[in-house]
């Protein structure tokens, strides 16, 4: 069992940055972030594996690097130039098996409680 707990969510202007950490109890092979707004499905927004290799979802590509420091069992995302529609609970989460990594959540075994992103236009 991988415990996950978020921080770092808050309220920012819009054009401003944001940098969420996850502790995690260990890191497992693929390790993402995931969002979810008021009213809508959950949504994948970048995932890392263990080799570093990254992937994003379009709309977040550009603006959001994901990264983890495998030694302190730590993941982050560095959100920069946030827009209001990037305003959600962003949840950590980790899956169990070596594979593609797909910034799915439906891949995802472990998840964190969340942390509410807030952008004001």
């Known amino acids: 069992q991988v415990q996950l707990v978020e921080s770092g969510g808050g309220s920012v202007q819009a054009g401003g940055s944001l940098r969420l950490s996850c502790a995690a109890s260990y890191t497992t092979y693929c390790m993402g972030w995931f969002r979810q707004a008021p009213g809508k499905e959950r949504e994948g927004v970048a995932t890392i594996n263990a080799y570093h290799t990254q992937r994003y979802t379009d709309s977040v590509r550009g603006r959001f690097t994901i990264s983890k420091d495998t030694a302190k069992n730590i993941l982050y995302l560095e959100m920069n130039s946030l827009k209001p529609e990037d305003t959600a609970t962003y949840y950590c989460?980790?899956?169990?098996?070596?594979?593609?990594?797909?910034?799915?959540?439906?891949?995802?075994?472990?998840w964190g409680k969340g942390t509410l992103v807030t952008i004001s236009s």
């Open positions: 989460a980790a899956e169990r098996a070596v594979g593609p990594c797909l910034v799915s959540s439906q891949a995802m075994d472990y």
